[in-house]
Nanobody, 117 residues
């Protein structure tokens, strides 16, 4: 079955960096796009970044541009989100998503990122 497991969240000071990882299994990873979403308290879940199967087509939400980098390793079935210059408003639970596999979407359990001094 499909499994997505995030890791790498935590507490960081403003201006700091974190790298989130998502370990994927149970589907044809290298041909599927992957996404990172986040959900802040009291807000709707929002798309942060997307990467295609080959890793050469990447999209970012406006506030992530220039600060976040999505990448993937198709040999390890991993997708990453490098987050730099973090701001308090980046505080959220971050989710890895498989948008569509055999008609269904799949989510990881989420990783808490807290940006605070």
């Amino acid at each position: 079955q499909v499994q997505l497991v995030e890791s790498g969240g935590g507490l960081v000071q403003p201006g700091g960096s974190l790298r989130l990882s998502c370990a994927a299994s149970g589907f044809a990873f290298r041909v599927n796009p992957m996404r990172w979403y986040r959900q802040a308290p009291g807000k709707e879940r929002e798309l942060v970044a997307q990467i295609n199967g080959g890793g050469d087509i990447i999209l970012y939400e406006d506030s992530a541009k220039g600060r976040f980098t999505i990448s993937r390793d198709n040999n390890k079935n991993m997708v990453y989100l490098q987050m730099d210059s973090l701001r308090p408003e980046d505080t959220a639970v971050y989710y890895c998503q498989l948008p569509n596999w055999r008609g269904n979407e799949y989510w990881g359990q989420g990783a808490q990122v807290t940006v605070s001094s």
